[in-house]
């Protein structure tokens, strides 16, 4: 039992702290950079860091400050911050002191585009009680970060278009099958996300050749929808840990 309960603590952390989506920032940039042939060594890991730091300042700060409106759609994860909440400040902190001294060792235009991002994530809670307009920002922040950046510094631009559908098309389907707890119907719902997933591993493997392993991404969403279990740890540790699997594979077939 108390081995259960050891290992149930783990699973919490990496669900409810968030640490998973800051792997799937860094992992989807530098998949993307691998594809469209941006720079990489040291100036990579610095954008792939700061996506990370960046993901976890934005996250932490929405559910530590807003956990009586969490409290209904997301009762395990507030029960968590409430519990933690100090250690969770910390976290938080430490993230923004690392996001801004990255922030500064990078270009003025990825900078901008992090605050604008930034932005938006401190803004969530004002935003997301509009629930249908919530996948939608969230989306386009999400590709923003992991596709815009990478786009940046692109040696071959005519491969942008394709990477912004696969991302947006994974990153979707992800963010809807993560709030159909909040939504009704969840079966039409649930089908629509598959769909997209579906949708973008069709539109990598019909792209150029640069771009197709990147169908890993949608793929491994696929999986992750395929076997769906509407609960808190499901979303948070096998949606977002299957886009984060998903880039990794992409990179080691770019690599290999």
């Known amino acids: 039992m108390a081995r ?17 989506p800051a792997g799937v920032a860094a992992g989807l940039i530098v998949a993307a950079a691998a594809a469209l042939g941006a720079p ?70 990825v900078a901008l585009l992090c605050a604008a991002v930034l932005l938006v994530g401190l803004l969530h809670r004002r935003l997301k009680p509009w629930r249908a307009a919530k996948p939608v920002y969230v989306a386009s922040a999400w590709v923003a970060v992991t596709a815009g950046i990478p786009a940046l510094s692109a040696s071959e631009s005519e491969l942008i278009p394709w990477l912004l559908a696969i991302y947006s098309t994974s990153i979707a389907a ?18 629509a996300a598959r769909a997209l997933a579906a949708i973008g591993v069709l539109i990598a493997l019909v792209g150029p050749e640069a771009t197709r392993p990147l169908a890993a991404i ?23 840990g299957a886009l984060l699997i998903g880039a990794l594979t992409a990179l080691a077939l770019k690599v290999y």
Do not use: K
Not at 220 to 234: D, G, I, K, P, S
């Open 40 to 109: 990489r060594g040291g100036a990579l890991a610095v954008l792939g860091a700061l996506a990370a730091s960046g993901t976890l300042v934005v996250y932490n700060v929405d559910r530590l400050r807003d956990t009586g409106m969490d409290g209904a759609s997301a009762p395990l994860r507030t029960a968590f911050v409430e519990a933690q909440r100090r250690a969770l400040w910390g976290v938080t902190a430490l993230a923004t002191v690392v996001s801004l001294a990255l922030a500064l060792a990078t270009s003025l235009d």
């Open 174 to 191: 992800n963010l809807l099958a993560s709030n159909l707890r909040e939504a009704t119907p969840v079966a039409s719902l649930l089908a």
């Open 4 to 20: 259960g309960r050891d290992l149930a603590g783990i699973f919490d952390w990496l669900a409810f702290v968030s640490l998973i």
């Open 218 to 240: 949608p793929a491994a969403e696929l999986a992750a929808l395929a076997c769906f279990r509407n609960t808190e740890r499901y979303a948070h540790i096998a949606l977002d």
